[in-house]
């Protein structure tokens, strides 16, 4: 029987016509005839309450009804978007489309003969109880408490959601405070950096959260004459110069090819080079693999973790190779750099290696690449190098190009050995060092243990020691570094025992490691929810994402998931020009490890606290079932502007989650000036997408 349909005041309402008498079976039958076969027909529609759209016809296609259409020119600057008001947001986008009903399973599983529009609000039911640990609780054992660090939100906070308070009857400003447009808020706390001790192991580029009383209510204003980004894969090559309007990269690395302003003054152009790029990125990838074929891109070596980035331009042809490069550099080492990656449509973050741990799970990297990083690993007894032990996987590389590998001055001799001498005590291997002939530009491999054989060769009272077996080396949110190595897991299906399928088979393998007496997150056998959170998420991307909720997939690029579960919504993408920052809050069952086996990249993070990326770097962000989650920790209305920081203008959030949860979102998004693409209920579910536009409040409601 079809679950009933509920609809809020001014959406369609269910329809009497699809009680079709007789066989339920051939009534669905001749429905799935009838939607794909016949032409779409435009039916006489009402206008309800609210001014949204209902009708009684019978119920077609989302993608007979997609508003792509209606989605303006992408080439327009922001001068040339006019402010909409609340009038006008009610467009041809904001028409919901009839959606089939349906009764879900519980499992993500439907039949076959259902119309594919149902799993549009069909959900995989999260468990109450599972057998993975949350990133919390993990690392409250390895620190004090959460609160220890600035900013930092306890498990046990109740806030209360003042998204109702404060919704739809918001009047937002622009920022007006200095640095604004490109404001990060954990990481551009002045007042915290100020307090801090010493600033020696870059203590003032870590995250330093506002409090939410201390968070700017502001929205972000957009740099003069802002355009919808290029899109991939040109925009790996060339971006507008308006979106990222900094000069002095440019200046500062003009002799070593990484960007140059086009002559038109228009875009800034990126040559492919770098300061160890001479023959450009191409040819470097290249040499590290004649240097070391075990490295195998693209198939042995699919996840890398590249430390002091630059403006990524590694990353960026590492997607010729089928490799998935996660970015890293602090924020102003360079100006923007971090930036640039990201308005190129390459991963990156915003992150140092200083006093506390990278937030990443260990042993998931099947490599670590150093490109003249400006690291320095051999001091602080190695103290960095072990942080990179800690997140390489057993039988990793960690490819280090940098001058103590290949000048021969006093300095950079003593470097290389005292770096050496430190690799050594951690039982590392060098497996080749080697020159470019071309290049004069020099590497060396080194390659952690695959097994605890050559740890257990070692001395008691070596240097550095063993961590202690209680110190979880999964625990990585606020956590300081340890001046440890852990010893690699020995019992029989252990995660990290062995290395992941080959890519691209990898994606859809089940982890080795996932045992049938486990519970998953979902409460069946942790390998019976991965496989059906798999298929669960490949339909509702093949059959309702790409299809019918009017995005224009050619200009999606950045992707986050902003609660990713096993990683099935970035793997029900991989055959598209998209990468997905798969996010794993640290309340959640800790499943980030499963989604780095697949081949995917990710991080831990707290969503009641801003995130370390600039401003407009993603495309699109996919909340699944996420802002229920957050109800009573925190205010949704800092988190919904946290989104808007983080979206471009043009970007999209699709939102799955409750009902009740959904309606209060609705009216903070409302009030940003977001279109409403579609908002569809079944039962106490609701999914609802949205479009961010170029609005930016008025200069009067600013207060000017």
């Excluded at 206008?47 to 209606?70: K, L, M, R, Y």
């Excluded at 490599?367 to 390489?392: I, M, Q, S, T």
Aim: hydrophobic share 35%; proline share 7%; charged share 25%.
């Amino acid at each position: 029987m079809a679950m009933a349909k509920s609809s809020r005041p001014g959406e369609r309402g269910s329809s009497p016509t699809l009680i079709i008498a007789g066989s339920v079976l051939v009534g669905f039958f001749l429905i799935a005839v009838w939607v794909f076969t016949a032409p779409a027909a435009i039916p006489e529609q009402q206008i309800g309450e609210g001014g949204a759209v209902t009708t009684n016809d019978p119920p077609e296609s989302v993608v007979n009804h997609s508003p792509a259409e209606s989605v303006p020119d992408t080439s327009e600057t922001v001068d040339d978007m006019p402010n909409d008001s609340p009038a006008e947001a009610e467009t041809e986008d904001s028409k919901v489309p009839a959606v089939l009903e349906t009764q879900p399973t519980g499992d993500g599983g439907l039949p076959d003969s259902i119309s594919t529009q149902a799993e549009l609000t069909t959900e995989n039911r999260e468990a109450n109880t599972t057998d993975f640990e949350t990133q919390a609780a993990e690392s409250k054992e390895e620190k004090e408490s959460l609160t220890t660090g600035v900013g930092t939100v306890a498990e046990n906070d109740t806030t209360t959601n003042h998204a109702s308070q404060e919704g739809s009857a918001r009047v937002w400003k622009v920022c007006k405070f200095e640095g604004a447009q490109d404001f990060i808020p954990c990481l551009d706390n002045e007042a915290a950096i100020k307090k801090l001790r010493s600033r020696k192991h870059y203590e003032h580029r870590e995250r330093h959260c506002p409090s939410e009383e201390e968070l700017p209510k502001c929205l972000l204003p957009l740099p003069t004459n802002f355009k919808a980004p290029i899109t991939w894969p040109t925009s790996r090559d060339q971006i507008w110069f308006s979106n990222v309007p900094h000069t002095q990269l440019v200046s500062y690395k003009a002799d070593q090819n990484w960007v140059k302003v086009s002559e038109n003054q228009q875009k800034l152009i990126f040559p492919g080079g770098g300061t160890q790029f001479k023959q450009g990125a191409r040819h470097y990838i290249d040499f590290l693999e004649e240097a070391v074929p075990d490295i195998a891109w693209g198939k042995h070596t699919r996840v890398i973790l590249d430390v002091g980035c630059g403006v990524a331009s590694f990353g960026g042809y590492l997607f010729d190779k089928d490799v998935l490069a996660m970015s890293i550099a602090p924020k102003d080492e360079h100006e923007a750099q971090v930036q640039m990656a990201l308005e190129r449509g390459i991963p990156a973050v915003s992150a140092v290696m200083g006093t506390q741990r990278l937030v990443f799970p260990s042993n998931v990297f099947d490599a670590v690449h150093c490109a003249r990083c400006r690291v320095p690993w051999h001091l602080d007894g190695g103290k960095l190098l072990l942080e990179l032990n800690r997140v390489l996987r057993p039988g990793g590389f960690f490819l280090w190009s940098a001058t103590p590998v290949y000048w021969k001055d006093e300095e950079s001799i003593q470097i290389w050995r005292d770096t050496k001498a430190m690799v050594e005590t951690m039982s590392w291997k060098l497996v080749a060092k080697k020159n470019d002939p071309t290049t004069k530009i020099g590497v060396a491999v080194f390659q952690k243990p695959k097994d605890n054989d050559l740890y257990n060769l070692r001395q008691p009272d070596a240097t550095p020691p063993f961590c202690e077996p209680d110190d979880k080396a999964d625990a990585a949110w606020y956590v300081p570094m340890n001046s440890c190595i852990h010893k690699l897991p020995t019992t029989d299906g252990a995660r990290a025992t062995s290395w992941p399928a080959d890519w691209p088979l990898r994606v859809e393998s089940t982890p080795s490691w996932l045992s049938t007496a486990d519970k998953g997150i979902y409460g069946k056998p942790v390998t019976e929810d991965f496989r059906s959170d798999t298929e669960h998420w490949k339909r509702i991307i093949e059959k309702s994402y790409l299809q019918g909720l009017g995005i224009q997939w050619g200009s999606i690029r950045n992707v986050m998931d902003m609660k990713a579960g096993y990683g099935g919504f970035a793997a029900a993408l991989v055959a598209q020009p998209v990468w997905v920052m798969n996010i794993v809050p640290v309340t959640e069952p800790d499943t980030l490890p499963i989604i780095y086996d697949r081949g995917f990249i990710g991080m831990y993070h707290d969503w009641c606290e801003p995130h370390s990326t600039y401003p407009r770097s993603y495309d699109l962000m996919h909340a699944d079932h996420l802002i229920s989650t957050l109800t009573k920790k925190c205010n949704i209305v800092n988190v919904v502007m946290e989104m808007d920081r983080i979206l471009r203008p043009d970007g999209w959030a699709i939102f799955r989650d409750k009902v009740e949860v959904l309606k209060e979102l609705e009216d903070i998004v409302k009030s940003l000036h977001w279109d409403i693409v579609l908002a569809y209920t079944q039962g106490e579910e609701e999914l609802l997408v949205a479009q961010k536009r170029f609005w930016r409040p008025s200069e009067e409601a600013s207060g000017k």
